[in-house]
Nanobody, 118 residues
């Protein structure tokens, strides 16, 4: 079965750093576009970052550009989100997403909570 397991969330003071990990299994990881989404309290889920199959292309939401970095290790089937300079506006449940076209797949992890006190 396809499985995505996020870890690394927690409480971080403003200006601090945190690194999230997503361990993937049950599909060909190297063929998948991997993304991190987040759902702030009271808001819709939004895309934070994505990375292409072999890491040649990345994209970030304007709100996290310059502070977050997405990366992947295809040998270990893990995608990371390194977060720096965390702000009180960053608290959310962060979700890992994997998507492939052939075969079609769109899978989500359980999410991990990131808290940044005001």
């Amino acid at each position: 079965q396809v499985q995505l397991v996020e870890s690394g969330g927690g409480l971080v003071q403003p200006g601090g750093s945190l690194k999230l990990s997503c361990a993937a299994s049950g599909f060909t990881f190297s063929s998948a576009i991997m993304s991190w989404y987040r759902r702030p309290p009271g808001k819709e889920r939004e895309l934070a970052a994505f990375i292409s199959s072999y890491g040649s292309s990345t994209n970030y939401a304007d709100s996290v550009k310059g502070r977050f970095t997405i990366s992947r290790d295809n040998a270990k089937n893990i995608v990371y989100l390194q977060m720096h300079s965390l702000k009180p506006e960053d608290p959310a449940v962060y979700y890992c997403n994997a998507r492939t076209s052939n075969p079609f797949m769109d899978s989500w992890g359980q999410g991990t909570q990131v808290t940044v006190p005001s």
